[in-house]
């Protein structure tokens, strides 16, 4: 036991409460302060609080954001889109199906029956032809046909 310490060897913990004690005198802080910062700072897990008014969005602006990211915007309105199905497949075939999605201009439908899906895929190109006529030649370019 050196110096009487208690069991302590060699006083290195003395020698690095100097050097802390050396950097807070150095910042010009007491003891204390410190201690507080540096609890405050691992508590808040940042230095300084965030600018609240810098980070504040509209609310149109972020669904802007959201519509555009999840490509909802690339789509017709479902009213519009059953409203031409029915149109352009007329009475007896729409009631065999339905509209499911469109989405980067494929149109899904949903066919109650194998053999009405067999139909359609047979006059599927005169199905598009009539509904790039009604919708515009943007809007769909592919239909695909699935059993449900």
């Known amino acids: 036991m050196q110096g009487g310490h208690g069991g302590l060897s060699g006083g290195s913990h003395r020698r690095r409460r100097q050097r802390l004690d ?62 031409a199905w029915n149109e352009v497949a007329g009475e007896f ?6 509209p499911v999605s469109l989405q980067g201009g494929v149109l899904t439908l949903r066919v109650l029956q194998p053999s009405m899906r067999f139909h359609l895929e047979q006059s ?12 515009g030649a943007q809007t769909i370019r592919e239909v695909r046909l699935t059993i449900g």
Not at 93 to 98: F, G, L, N
Not at 124 to 135: D, E, H, P, T
């Open 124 to 135: 599927r190109l005169q199905l598009l032809g009539r509904l790039k006529k009604r919708l």
């Open 22 to 83: 050396r950097r807070t005198r150095r910042k010009g802080l007491s003891k204390g302060e410190t201690t507080r910062a540096r609890v405050v700072r691992e508590f808040r897990g940042v230095g300084e609080p965030l600018d609240l008014e810098k980070n504040i969005s509209k609310v149109g602006e972020l669904l802007a954001g959201v519509i555009q990211d999840l490509r909802l915007n690339e789509g017709i309105e479902e009213s519009s889109l059953r409203s």
């Open 93 to 98: 075939i729409a009631k065999q199906t339905e």
